[in-house]
């Protein structure tokens, strides 16, 4: 026998091979044939004809060195190839979502940040009336550099009978060291070419200028000057276009001879900080008030600046931030469930090894070689497919170190996971034990509930056998509700986008165009729009920059509508304006000034003091919910005459491309007739994140069900030969199995909605009041959905369950249960 293996080896492999008779281990749910088809005993105790001869100590010596366990964990994974599979891809999505997640949220994706960088910004800009003494500035705390101070001029330019506000900015044709543009087309300015400017890149794109192209502004005095193109350049001293003005950099003669009054221009300077510390800034704008007497007149930030930049990638990557780490939890609930219950299928086969000499580590680092393999490799799967993501999807660059954090994080997550299974399988004792029997116990009040009810007899075994486990049956339900209550939370916010559409005047959106006169009189551009018979309101309104006192920060009046005709701001606390002097605020316009729903604020437009209560907070997705509303007549006439626009509220049913083609066609080409885009239209991206994330939590909940059936079918194995010997039919067995997993399923489904459902709506207003927006934006699932919801879940989720039942059910009652 010496010769021919150790004797223990050969009566566990025998063993081993008896229990597979029932075929419940040979369909790959118990025993998975990982030691009855001779994968462990051919290399360590098989006939000897296959191997030279040796030994004891020798053939220990060869199991330890690892050939029979990678053949032994090679065939266990061949057996379960699928529930492989599918940990592998759940693990690759959840990364993918995280890398994608902190790329959107990593401020070195932002577009200011490089610009920022590369081009020595600044991070104040202050604009003032007259020259400010930059010697003086450049001595206040946290100022490194000063750029400027440079003239500027506002200018207009008509471009296929659209009017587009640009300002001229003085150059010179030595870059400056601090705050330089970055010329990315052309050349910078030079004094051989007086006439030629530099645009800044997103107003050139939009006006279609490329170096070498002519054009023409208009200066306030009505003068037109032609110009030519040099060069394109980006900037990080303000966004992009159109929601900043065109910015154009002219050399001083140039500047000087478009707009010789020096009234009709303002002076803007630069200071570069030692750091980025908000509060920094803050002091900083404060000292600036007071070192140039008040005269400040307007005040950019470089908080300001980069939220103009972001555009939506920060909502997009706290969703995908909020999939990606509860996602990641859920996986590894469902990889740490997946290994747990292969280790109570392998009890035998790990005896086996402890009999052969063993140790608890070289077991506990099989069992992790094996499990931790898979979700390793769906790290390395998910790191390399979220640098794809977000180098072609999202046009980023990525960040290594950030990459690299995400991806270790969601190893240790991994490692942890299957570290506790490993754990627990290397206690198990060194003698082979037979197939495990069900967990005893008492009836579950629920199994008695079944037989008070006088249930059918498979029903009743069902729900006795869901619970014989509870800590098992817990963490099943868990891993299940986790999973949905994501998917419930992603329906929410499809269900708040949804809202926005249809109705968009929950979101500011009551207009859906907007008017700018063109070539004609405001009183023309009026009279031509209410002519209109599908227009329902016109509301005359403008824009200012306004000078926040105390703060010395400037932000966003706009003046809709009037007090007595106020727009229809979406009012979530509070009323609307009525009279002069009253005003409603945006979140952060609230958050900036400290301010709630009642309190009078002081700020200064163009240098007149506007002193308003603010009676309401309203819905704001514009300038980070910075914005503060008032009626047209609480402005200064200069500052309200002539309105700088028209926001045309349409009848119910109107389709805005026909109207706007209509006044297109009555102002003769004349009139510029814009469309109002909807937040939410630049948001529909989150549909595919919401798909995307449904699919990879869908996998994550699949995975789970896949280790409940194996470990059902291993509990019961003995109970399945035992009924079908009683009589019971194939059919009354599978219901006994599907019952039993059906219960968790149902369990776990049922409270990941009811969760999702509470808390969906609270998380969408929570990220609406932190960012700005405002709360009273979410929505909550329709009933109809959420039923929608369950009912796919459960049924998929008992689909899966048949499968192995079915096959258990068919398979042959032993001799020895007969």
Known sequence: ????????????????????????????????????????????????????????????????????????????LRARWGQALLAVLAVAGVVTALIAAATLLEDGTNPWRGLFAESGGAHVWIHTASAPDAERLAKLKHVSAVAGPYRTAPVS??????????????????????????????RWLSARVPDGVVVERSFARALGLTPGAPFVVNALNGTRHSLVVTGVAESAEQGFYPEWPGLIWVLPETLEKVEPALGRSEFAVGLRMTGTDPDATRLLTQQ?????????????????????????????????????????????????NAAGGRVLTQSMELATLKSLGFTRGQVALTLMAEHGAL???????????????????????????????????????????VGVPAWRGCRTPPIPAAPAAPPRGRLSHLARLALLF?????????????????AHAALTALGLAVPTMLIVIGLGCWATLDAFLADPARVGQAAALQVRQGQLSPDETESLVRSD?????????????????GQARTVVTRALGTSRAPYPFPVVEGRAFAARGEAVAGQGMLDLLGAKVGDMTRVTVGGTPLIVRIVGRVV???????????????????????????????????????????????????????????????????RLIIVASIVVLALVGL???????????????????VLKAMGLTPRQVMATLVTGTGLMVVVGVLAGTLLGAFSAAWLIDLQGHTSGVGAGIGRTPSPLTLAATVAIAVGAALLVALLPARRAARARVPVTAR
């Open 1 to 76: 026998m010496a010769e021919e293996g150790p004797p223990g080896w050969i009566s566990c492999a025998r063993t081993a091979t008896s229990d597979t008779a029932d075929g419940t281990v040979g369909d790959g749910t118990v025993g998975d044939g990982t030691v009855g088809d001779g994968t462990v005993g051919d290399g360590a105790g098989g006939s000897g004809k296959d191997r030279p001869r040796g030994g004891l100590g020798e053939r220990i010596g060869d199991i330890v060195g690892g050939g029979p366990v990678r053949r032994w964990v090679k065939a266990d």
């Open 157 to 186: 330019i008509t471009r296929d009978g659209r009017r587009m506000a640009a300002v001229l900015r003085h150059g010179t044709p030595a870059p400056p060291a601090v705050a330089r543009p970055l010329v990315r087309e052309g």
């Open 288 to 336: 600036v008030a007071i070192a140039l007497d008040n005269e400040v007149g307007r005040v950019i930030t470089w908080q300001r600046v980069r939220a103009s930049m972001e555009l939506d990638n920060r909502l997009l990557g706290l969703l995908l931030g909020l999939f990606g780490a509860v996602g990641l939890v859920a996986a590894a609930l469902a990889i740490a």
């Open 375 to 417: 979700g390793l490799f769906g790290v390395v799967l998910g790191t390399v497919s979220g640098h794809l993501v977000t180098v072609f999807a999202l046009e980023t660059t990525p960040v290594p170190s950030m990459n690299a954090a995400v991806a270790g994080g969601a190893a240790l997550v991994v490692l942890i996971a």
């Open 454 to 470: 006088r249930l059918p007899p498979a029903l009743v075994l069902g729900v006795r056998d869901a619970f014989t486990r509870p």
């Open 533 to 549: 018979p599908q227009v329902a309101a016109v509301y005359p309104g403008t824009e200012v920059e306004a000078l926040v006192l």
């Open 620 to 686: 704001e997705p514009d300038h980070d919910g910075e914005v503060l509303s008032v009626g047209l007549d609480s402005l200064a006439v200069k500052d309200a005459e002539p309105p700088e626009f028209y926001s045309l509220v349409l009848k119910p049913g109107a389709d805005p491309a026909v109207v706007r083609g209509r006044l297109m066609a009555a102002g003769d080409g004349r009139l510029e007739v814009l469309h109002v885009v909807n937040p939410a239209e630049r948001l529909a991206v989150i």
């Open 703 to 721: 995975a789970n069900l896949l280790t409940v059936s194996a470990l059902g079918l291993r509990d019961h194995a003995v109970d399945l030969a």
